[in-house]
């Protein structure tokens, strides 16, 4: 089984950055892309981005791919998610998963962190 921790999340005012880091242990050859979801208060959980270990293609949501950036340091297996000019819509907890998968965009991820929060102040 895969572990995954995430950190990285606070408190910061609208038009700040944060980013978040992910680190994967465990079994982490299973772990073919890692993706960052979001879950705002009475919202489903929503895609934000992903990236596969190997190449380090990446794949966003449309509406984020210009504020944030997916990135991954192989070496520590550690994903990053910076985060610019957030918004107070942004607000919410942010969860790393892990999916065993080859295809970016196959929503079936199988592992997930315990998620941290993030608060954009307006």
């Known amino acids: 089984q895969v572990q995954l921790v995430e950190s990285g999340g606070g408190l910061v005012q609208a038009g700040g950055s944060l980013r978040l880091s992910c680190v994967a242990s465990?079994?982490?050859?299973?772990?073919?892309?890692m993706g960052w979801f979001r879950q705002a208060p009475g919202k489903e959980r929503e895609f934000v981005a992903a990236?596969?270990?190997?190449?380090?293609?990446?794949y966003y949501r449309d509406s984020l791919k210009d504020r944030f950036t997916i990135s991954r340091e192989n070496a520590k297996n550690t994903v990053y998610l910076q985060m610019n000019s957030l918004k107070p819509e942004d607000t919410a907890v942010y969860y790393c998963?892990?999916?065993?998968?080859?295809?970016?965009?196959?929503?079936?991820?199988?592992?997930w962190g315990q998620g941290t929060q993030v608060t954009v102040s307006s």
């Open positions: 998963a892990t999916n065993p998968r080859t295809l970016i965009t196959d929503p079936n991820y199988d592992v």
């Open positions: 465990g079994r982490t050859f299973r772990s073919v892309v």
């Open positions: 990236i596969t270990w190997g190449a380090g293609r990446t």
